[in-house]
C-alpha cells in the first residue's frame, strides 16, 4: 500500500470525537485539512463559536499528501498574473502567500518547519526564456530574487535558476497537528468521521450521515472540492490534476527546493525528519481519473529516483490530486453576493500550503468584518462566463465523453455517484476514479474523496 511521508511520520494522536448530538455554532466548517483548520485558528481566535466537521480525520486528505513547500514561488505563475490581471494583483498574491510563510514561521516547532531557498530551473532554451520573462515578472513587482547558473545539487545538467532565498518548507501533517491544537485552545470545536449527507443553506444547517444536525449561521466549505449543489456550481469551473510523489533516504539534504520550468518536469527537494533526511521527487502528472494503468507513474517516478538522481532506497510513494481555477488564483470568499453566509476554499494548483493560509486569513477577515486587500482577487465571484468559456469547454467535453462513451466502454465499473459519470479502477492506489470531476472511492466503494457524498453501489 502506497503511503505519504508526512503520514507515516505524523505525531501520535488521539482521534478527535465524533458528533453524538445536534450542534449549534456561528461558523461551521468543512473539511479538515490544513485549509479548515486555519479558518478554525483564526476564526476561533477573533471570538467565534466555530465547530470544524472532517469525513475522515483530520489531514489525510490533500495537506497529507502534498510536497511540503512553503513558498510563494509558485511555479511560473507571476508572468502569468501580470498578462492577467495587473502588476498590482500580481504583488497581492506575492504579498499575501509571503505572509502566510511568515505566518507559518511565526507559530511551527523546529520540527515542523525549516528555512529553504525556492528555485525555478530551466533546462533548455526554451525553457531559459520562460525563466527570465518570469524575472522581469520579479522585477516589476518587487519580489526579492537573484539569478544564477546551474543547480548545483542536482545531479544533471541545468541552465539557469530564479531564486527566492530564506522560504521555507514544513512537515505539513505535523505542522497541521500544531495548528490544530492551537485552534482547540481557542475554542473550536473538531470532530472527525463527520461526513455531511445534505446541506441546506435556506435554513442553515447540515445533516450528517449519522443522522445529527449541525446549525450555524456562516459557513466555510473547505472541503478540497466544494460541494456541488450550491449556488454557482463551482465544481463545474475546477479542473483536477494528479500528480505522483516518491520519498527515499539521503545522506545530502539540500538548501534549495527545485521545480523545473521546462521538460522533463520535476520537483525537488529534501526534508529532514527526526535525524533522518529524505529526497523527494514530484513529478508524472495528468487529469484526475483519465488514466487506468496508474502503476506506471509510480514506477517511473521510483525509476528516476533511482537513476537519475542516484537515491535507490525508495521509503514512500503517494499522490496527490489538485483542482485549479481558470486564471491561476484560487477561490476563498462568499460563494454569490446572495448567498453571502456561505464561504469556499479552493483550487490552490498544487500550491495549497501558502494558498490555505492566505485564503484562511481572506475569509476569517471577512467573516469578522475585517479588510484584506486581497479579497477582491480571491473573490469566487471575480469570473465571468467568457472567461471561463474555454475550460467549461473541456471540461464538459470531458464529461460528455465519460457519459456517452462510459457505459458502454465500461460496464464493469462502477457509476460515480456525484453525476453518474462511469468510474475507473486506479491499479497503483487501490481507488475507483471518476475522470469527470475527480471524485476517488475506496476499493470497497467508500467514499475518498469528494465531490462525491455517497458511496458507489458495488452490487
Known sequence: MNESLWLATAYPQSAYPTVQDDLTCEVLIIGGGLSGIANAYFLAKQGKDVVLLEKNSLLHGATGNSTGKLTAQHDLVYADLIAQFDVESAKQYFQVNEQAVQFARSIAKA???????????????????????????????????????????????????????????????????????????????????????????????????????????????????????????????????????????????????????????????????????????????????????????????????????????????????DPSTPDLVPYAGAISTSSPDVYISTGYRKWGLTNSLASAQIISDAITGKKNPASELYSPGRTEFGSLFSRALLLTGRTVKEFTGGHIARTDSPICTHMGCRTRWNKGDQTWDCPCHGSRFRADGSVLEGPATQPLDLG
Open 111 to 321: 520540527d515542523q518547519l525549516q528555512t529553504a531557498h525556492s528555485a525555478l530551473y530551466s533546462q533548455t532554451p526554451e525553457g531559459t526564456e520562460r525563466l527570465l520573462a518570469e524575472k522581469k515578472a520579479y522585477e516589476e513587482i518587487g519580489i526579492p530574487f537573484s539569478l544564477a547558473g546551474s543547480a548545483a545539487d542536482l545531479p544533471f545538467e541545468t541552465a539557469h535558476t530564479l531564486l527566492i532565498e530564506d522560504e521555507a518548507q514544513i512537515h505539513p501533517v505535523r505542522f497541521g497537528q500544531h495548528l490544530a491544537q492551537l485552534a482547540a485552545e481557542e475554542g473550536a470545536r473538531l470532530y472527525e468521521h463527520a461526513q455531511v449527507a445534505a446541506l441546506d443553506t435556506d435554513r442553515h444547517f447540515v445533516k450528517l450521515a449519522s443522522s445529527k444536525t449541525v446549525s450555524y449561521r456562516q459557513l466555510v466549505i473547505c472541503s478540497h472540492y466544494p460541494i456541488e449543489a450550491l449556488e454557482g456550481m463551482q465544481i463545474l469551473k475546477l479542473d483536477v490534476e494528479r500528480s505522483y510523489i516518491a520519498a527515499a533516504k539521503t545522506d545530502t539534504p539540500f538548501d534549495h527546493q527545485y521545480i523545473a520550468v521546462d521538460q522533463p518536469k520535476r520537483s525537488i527537494r529534501t526534508a529532514t525528519i527526526d535525524d533522518q533526511s529524505y529526497l523527494l521527487l514530484c513529478a508524472e502528472s495528468h487529469p484526475a481519473g483519465a488514466e487506468k494503468e496508474t502503476q506506471v507513474h509510480y514506477d517511473n517516478i521510483t525509476d528516476d529516483l533511482k537513476t537519475t538522481l542516484e537515491h535507490p532506497e525508495i521509503m514512500y510513494k503517494w499522490s496527490a490530486q
